[in-house]
């Protein structure tokens, strides 16, 4: 069956700018996770969402970053006014409960100029 | 707060010989350890996990893992490497409900 899929697979924007980054679950994965992956390091978690609530959004580096999953499948991550620190590949994985193995998509390349 | 640590940056290893990736974690309560392989060009890959019962957790691709609690460590082994075995492995730990931390990774190189 299909995979987690993400899209774009890049985006390159400039300093300022809004970016949306679109993720596609599993279909019937209850549970679905954001990370941020930087060069040399492991995925950094952001936010996770059981069903449509945002369940932990600890991960979260300030309020320029916000995600939502208004029918609990597809989740978008919302980020303003980018800044060059943003620059990273941004990870979307779902599970079909909290506590199983998580499936990852491939990624989107997020550039901020 | 929970932690993975994965001591080696790269690890090394002959074509045909046993290899060992490690990790140590560090959670209240009891674990739930994983381990995931992420190609290049790819997205991460699940490979194992542990969350309760027997100490050594059988995955993919001819890989395994031993959990020793009292340790504190999650080693990923095979008993013959192969050149396509060589990629990024992650460890990462999850304790009770909370959300599930990576280490930074260990590169396996395997020579042919």
């Known amino acids: 069956g299909a995979g987690v899929s993400q899209t774009p697979s890049n985006k390159v924007t400039e300093k300022g700018k809004y970016v949306e980054l679109r993720c596609d679950p599993i279909?019937?994965?209850?549970?679905l996770y954001w990370y941020r992956q930087s060069l040399g390091q492991g995925p950094e978690f952001l936010i996770y969402?059981?069903?449509?609530?945002?369940?932990?959004d600890s991960g979260l580096p300030n309020d320029r970053f916000f995600a939502v999953r208004p029918e609990g499948s597809v989740s978008t991550l919302k980020i303003q006014r980018t800044e060059r620190g943003d620059s990273a590949v941004y990870l979307c994985?779902?599970?079909?409960?909290?506590?199983?193995?998580?499936?990852f998509g491939p990624g989107t390349r997020l550039t901020v100029l | 707060a929970q932690s993975v640590a994965q001591p080696e940056d790269q690890v090394n290893v002959a074509e045909g010989n046993p290899l060992t990736v490690k990790c140590t974690y560090s959670v209240s309560g009891n674990p739930y350890l994983f381990w995931y392989v992420q190609y290049p060009n790819r997205g991460l890959q699940f490979l194992l996990k542990?969350?309760?019962?027997?100490?050594l957790v059988k995955g993919s691709y001819g890989f395994e893992a031993e959990f020793n609690k009292s340790q504190t460590s999650f080693h990923l082994k095979k008993p013959s490497a192969l050149v396509s075995d060589s990629a990024l492995y992650f460890c990462?730990?999850?304790?009770?409900?909370?959300?599930?931390?990576f280490g930074i990774g260990t590169k396996l190189q395997v020579i042919p």
């Open positions: 542990y969350i309760t019962g027997d100490n």
């Open positions: 969402f059981q069903g449509t609530g945002a369940a932990d």
């Open positions: 279909s019937g994965h209850t549970a």
């Open positions: 994985a779902s599970s079909l409960k909290q506590q199983d193995e998580q499936f």
């Open positions: 990462a730990v999850r304790g009770g409900y909370q959300k599930v931390t």
